[in-house]
């Protein structure tokens, strides 16, 4: 089951910055924060991930409080290309659970 | 970039039918992971596979499903006696490390239609 809620949907300008908030209250120590996303007819694509520092990558950064019990996926400058579902994950073991996650919309 | 491939795009199979959806994970990837997809659902985990054993598997994946790492590059889902309710999208995954310390690296998925 969920260990994380997200927004079921959100709206974003083209070129503008994304905010994609991610709620984990339960997280444990040793959870890992993972983000995924799905374009339309296609499988799941690895964005980023981490334990308890902020990380940035080619496609993103990820911004974890302090307390962990939060993270914010941020997509620097959206695209047209950044229209999907995103997925904020805790793995259970090696099961991923997949929610409904955060439907972005890019505004040309 | 290596990628997880995924053979055959699409399949049709009759009710009934025995049908075998086969994976090439990343080459130094050690955990791999079969997951679905019925159309408009969730994401859904079925198996995970490390070290030539099942090593977590879901209530989905019953007597009907199996895996198997035939040789050193492959690794296949088989369902036996195929039902309706098995159409869905097949997503096989690698990842080098497992309990989520790293990625897990998708394929682009086998669409299987049962008639």
């Known amino acids: 089951d969920a260990k994380t809620t997200q927004p079921n949907s959100m709206e974003s300008n083209e070129e503008e910055p994304v905010h994609l908030p991610c709620n984990h209250s339960?997280?444990?120590?040793?959870?890992?924060i993972h983000w995924y996303r799905q374009l339309p007819s296609q499988g799941p694509e690895y964005v980023i991930h981490?334990?308890?520092s902020n990380v940035n990558n080619r496609m993103a950064s990820l911004a974890i409080a302090e307390d962990r019990k939060s993270s914010t996926l941020i997509l620097h400058r959206a695209t047209l290309r950044d229209a999907a579902v995103y997925y904020c994950?805790?793995?259970?073991?090696?099961?991923?659970?997949f929610g409904t996650g955060t439907s972005l919309t890019v505004i040309p | 970039e290596p990628e997880v491939t995924q053979t055959p795009s699409h399949q049709v199979t009759q009710m009934g039918q025995e049908v075998i959806l086969r994976c090439v994970p990343i080459?130094?990837?050690?955990?791999f992971y079969w997951y679905r997809q019925i159309l408009g659902q969730k994401v859904e985990f079925l198996v995970s596979?490390?070290?030539?054993?099942?090593?977590?598997k879901s209530e989905i994946f019953d007597d009907q499903f199996s895996v198997e790492r035939p040789d050193g590059s492959n690794f296949t889902l088989k369902i036996r006696s195929t039902k309706l309710e098995d159409s869905a999208m097949y997503f096989c995954?690698?990842?080098?490390f497992g309990s989520g310390q790293g990625p897990q690296h998708f394929g682009d998925g086998t669409r299987l239609s049962i008639l």
């Open positions: 995954a690698s990842s080098e």
């Open positions: 339960t997280i444990s120590g040793t959870d890992y």
């Open positions: 981490g334990l308890t």
């Open positions: 994950i805790l793995p259970t073991g090696n099961q991923f659970y």
């Open positions: 080459s130094n990837h050690l955990y």
């Open positions: 596979f490390y070290n030539n054993e099942i090593s977590e």
